[in-house]
């Protein structure tokens, strides 16, 4: 939101489209429960969110890497008392808290790459996540994490102050004398700030590090001697109510809702209708109807017999207002309807066609009776197509301006169009599976209504088509010749470039690999690595994973054909960096055994085509992401050490390769091999070097061994003090 006065100095906010209210549902009630399915592309969508606010706020001076108005105006990751008066932004944060703590819990190695690569963003709400993250962090010991904030240098940053006492509240009390005490000392060296203050400053913050860590350790005897020194020799200073944070409020209160869920299921529905049709219009004296809207919504969600007769009355007095009546039917599409009311609604469209308007939340509704299925809807499933039929008629006919969409699918999502082709999908699975293993192609209704969609221009078929497009695999298993036919062709940029950038948004999102379209596919994949290098950078993303799926999963050699060298060379070096971390992904979840296989394949063969710089010469950046290979490709580490050493060493300056080294304990296994490597990557690193704690974790390993030669420990240790890192032999 833009605030400009002429003669005045301009402000800049950033704020979330959406109510608040309908957003933090959204999230907890439907992608909360499904990040096991959704983690990846939500994250994606989130953190581009809350980058692009940044970015905003940069560019117009009110925001830098250490500070802006969004990060400040939150006070903590997690749920905290001082953080009651919520917004939109809110939930994009609460968001973002709730796939990293997921990820940490169940793809540890995914939230490494994740924490590495947001801790390096510039953006302090991402640092201030990252720090929530290893706060939180199972797999990372109350040692390693203590060992992580000191390695950042993070103890005393003031963006991250409230994260950072939370490690530290979390790791401290649990960690040893020996990791303890670097942080005692490191207390006492509270780095300068240049301001006229500086000494006072300093003074202070050293007591309320110190201050709590008496709090959160109140055992630590060493915690304890500490801070009676800064006590007796600054008598004046003060424990804070919160010392975790640099602003604060003491009360705080809270806007009351106007009516509750109970409240309105107290009164009758002819009461209630009374109630929200008198507030239509709002007023500077009271609340208007759209503060009602919540409590209406969760009242039907709670009660179908009572919104039932509100519907009812409604209905009577001809009152049609599409406020209420999406409340209405958006509680029941959150609780579902069981056979007894489907049918009561089935009728009310029949007596009453004017709510045949109110599509997307019809549609929605109808969504959730497939996904949700019930045996018992199964009679009711015609019937539940009729209506669906009738609700596109509406859809194709509603006269709507078709925009450019940064993403086609999210768009599908929110439109009656792609809601409705969505239920067609979903009620074609679930005929099929009353059929068992019997494929008997497209019924004739169903190729008649999906042609509709992939013919017609309206904004229904538009949106309905990228739904096709994102199902092509599930259309593919139930009919080939009808999908090679109609729906594979929407993917070819040759034939309509807008109709193709739709499909591939769709399509790239969550469309499912499978093996038998992919020699239909290959060419297409060949144009689109040439068209979407320009488009957005989730859907490029999506494009590098599906490119890596392939080359790691399917039956053919990638090599063979040209296919793989082609759309690399296409991509350009930010998109061959993109498919090798799609890449690194699927080794991660790979076994021993499968990697060692894959390797044999075509991994050895493309990594000597790259040396010698097929398709293009291989690139620092690249090398640093194939560095990363390494770790999971056990079986064949000294196979892969050759292949390194053999290429130009890149300069490590980020990421989490030598953490990584050390928690898979490949020196331990390959020590020699792991040395050649160490010596090799050290000879081009960057001085000073910021992972001396992890390689001097790795040389303990070797030396533990006592598998390296005497040459090889002096070469070692020559590289090691080179960048600064001291090390010693036991």
């Known amino acids: 939101m833009f605030n400009v006065q002429l003669g005045r100095k301009v402000s800049f906010e950033v704020t979330v489209q959406g109510e608040h209210h309908r957003l933090e549902r959204a999230w907890t009630r439907f992608f909360k429960p499904n990040l096991g399915a959704l983690v990846a592309e939500l994250e994606t969508i989130v953190v581009g969110q809350l980058k692009e606010a940044h970015l905003l706020l940069r560019s117009v001076g009110t925001a830098d890497d250490k500070w802006d108005p969004v990060s400040f105006r939150r006070s903590a990751i997690e749920p905290h008392e001082q953080d009651d008066a919520r917004g939109g932004q809110d939930v994009l944060i609460d968001a973002a808290r709730d796939l990293l703590e997921w990820l940490v819990q169940n793809n540890p190695e995914r939230a490494q790459g994740v924490i590495e690569e947001w801790a390096s963003s510039g953006v302090p709400l991402l640092k201030r996540l990252v720090v929530h993250g290893v706060a939180v962090s199972p797999y990372l010991s109350p040692e390693e994490k203590l060992d992580w904030l ?45 301001e006229e203050d500086d000494h006072k400053t300093r003074a202070y913050e050293m007591y309320n590090l110190l201050c709590w860590l008496t709090r959160v350790a109140p055992d630590c005897a060493l915690a304890a001697r500490k801070f009676r020194v800064v006590q007796d020799r600054c008598p004046e200073f003060e424990p804070r109510s919160y010392p975790d944070l640099d602003a604060w409020t003491e009360t705080s209160v809270s806007p009351e809702s106007p009516v509750t869920a109970d409240q309105l299921l107290s009164r009758a529905p002819r009461e209630a209708a009374e109630h929200l049709l008198a507030r239509r219009a709002g007023g500077r004296r009271g609340p208007g109807l759209n503060d009602f809207l919540p409590a209406t919504w969760e009242a039907a969600a709670r009660s179908f017999d009572w919104s039932w007769r509100l519907a009812l009355e409604f209905a009577a007095r001809g009152e049609w207002n599409p406020d209420i009546w999406e409340a209405i039917f958006g509680g029941w599409a959150q609780s579902g309807l069981n056979t007894a009311q489907w049918e009561r609604l089935l009728k009310l469209s029949k007596n009453h066609p004017e709510v045949l308007q109110f599509t997307r939340a019809l549609a ?51 439109h009656a169009g792609g809601r409705l082709a969505e239920f067609w999908v979903y009620a074609l699975y679930r005929r099929q599976a009353g059929k068992g293993k019997e494929r008997v192609g497209l019924p004739g209704p169903y190729k008649e209504r999906l042609a509709r969609i992939i013919s017609c221009t309206s904004a229904a078929a538009v949106m309905g088509r990228v739904i096709l497009a994102n199902q092509l695999h599930f259309l593919f298993t139930l009919d080939r010749g009808w999908t090679r036919e109609n729906v594979i062709p929407l993917l070819d940029w040759a034939a309509d470039r807008e109709h193709a950038e739709q499909a591939w948004h769709g399509y790239l999102w969550y469309g499912r690999l499978s093996e038998p379209p992919l020699p239909d596919l290959l060419p297409l994949y060949e144009q689109a690595c040439c068209e979407l290098q320009r488009g957005p950078d989730e859907i490029r993303r999506h494009l590098h994973e599906h490119l890596a799926a392939i080359a790691v999963y399917g039956i053919a050699d990638p090599l063979q054909g040209g296919w793989l060298n082609k759309c690399l060379l296409a991509l350009g070096e930010l998109g061959r960096v993109g498919w090798a971390q799609a890449v690194w992904r699927e080794l991660a979840s790979m076994p021993e055994e499968g990697t060692a296989l894959l390797w044999d394949k075509w991994m050895a063969r493309y990594w000597v085509n790259r040396i010698n710089g097929i398709p293009a010469p291989l690139t620092p950046e690249e090398m640093k992401v194939m560095l990363d290979w ?30 990584r080294l050390v928690d898979e304990g490949l020196a331990t296994k390959y020590p020699k091999d792991t040395a050649r490597l160490m010596i090799h990557l050290l000879s081009e690193a960057p001085s000073p070097f910021p992972h001396c704690h992890e390689v001097q974790k790795i040389y303990q390993q070797l030396i533990q061994t006592g598998g390296l030669a005497v040459e090889e420990r002096l070469q070692l240790r020559e590289q090691f003090l080179r960048v600064g890192c001291w090390v010693e032999d036991g």
Do not use: C
Not at 162 to 174: G, L, M, R
Not at 640 to 653: G, N
């Open 150 to 194: 000191l390695a950042k240098g993070w103890l005393f940053a003031y963006d991250l102050k409230h994260e950072v006492f939370q490690v530290i509240k979390v790791a401290y009390p649990q960690a040893g004398e020996s990791n303890r005490l670097p942080i005692l000392q490191a207390a006492e060296r509270y780095p300068a700030t240049g």
């Open 364 to 414: 929605e509704l109808l969504l959730k009776a497939v996904k949700n299925w019930e045996e018992g809807l199964r009679p009711f499933l015609s019937s539940l197509e009729a209506l669906a039929d009738q609700l596109w008629k509406v859809a194709e006919t509603t006269s709507e301006m078709i925009r450019a969409s940064g993403d086609w699918l999210l768009s599908a999502f929110s």
């Open 630 to 659: 390494s770790v999971h490709l056990r079986a064949v580490f000294p196979q892969v050490v050759d292949m390194i050493v053999s290429s130009p060493a890149p300069k490590l300056e980020r990421g989490s390769f030598y953490f």
